[in-house]
């Protein structure tokens, strides 16, 4: 069982990017994804989740309006596009696996962090 992010990089305050958590062993159908981060010297924050059918999203408060979650489930993978960037979404990126089909028990499976840096 593995989840892979990807589409990290150094942008510009303002740009945005648009991450891919890929998984294998299991399908997203069935289980919640969530995205979290974490800034250097800081504790790892919830980013956002998308259930197993898709229809509920939730967002941190710090990222609604500007990141938007969503998944091909024929592709087997969960995408996080990230609009407006700002220096303080700076961080690693993880994607996460929930327990079951809601949001509310994620970490059950980690992928391994992709890296975001928003600066000029």
């Known amino acids: 069982l593995q989840l892979v992010e990807s589409g990290g990089g150094l942008v510009q305050p303002g740009g945005s990017l648009s991450l891919s958590c890929a998984a294998s062993g299991f399908t997203v159908n069935y289980y919640a994804i969530g995205w979290f981060r974490q800034a250097p010297g800081k504790e790892r924050e919830g980013v956002s989740c998308?259930?197993?059918?898709?229809?509920?999203?939730n967002y941190a408060d710090s990222v609604k309006g500007r990141f938007t979650i969503s998944k091909d489930n024929a592709k087997n993978t969960v995408y996080l596009q990230m609009n407006s960037l700002k220096p303080e979404d700076t961080g690693v990126y993880y994607c996460?696996?929930?327990?079951?089909?809601?949001?509310?028990?994620?970490?059950?499976?980690w992928g391994q962090g992709t890296q975001v840096t928003v600066s000029s």
């Open positions: 996460a696996r929930g327990a079951g089909s809601s949001c509310g028990q994620l970490g059950d499976y």
């Open positions: 998308i259930s197993s059918s898709g229809g509920s999203t």
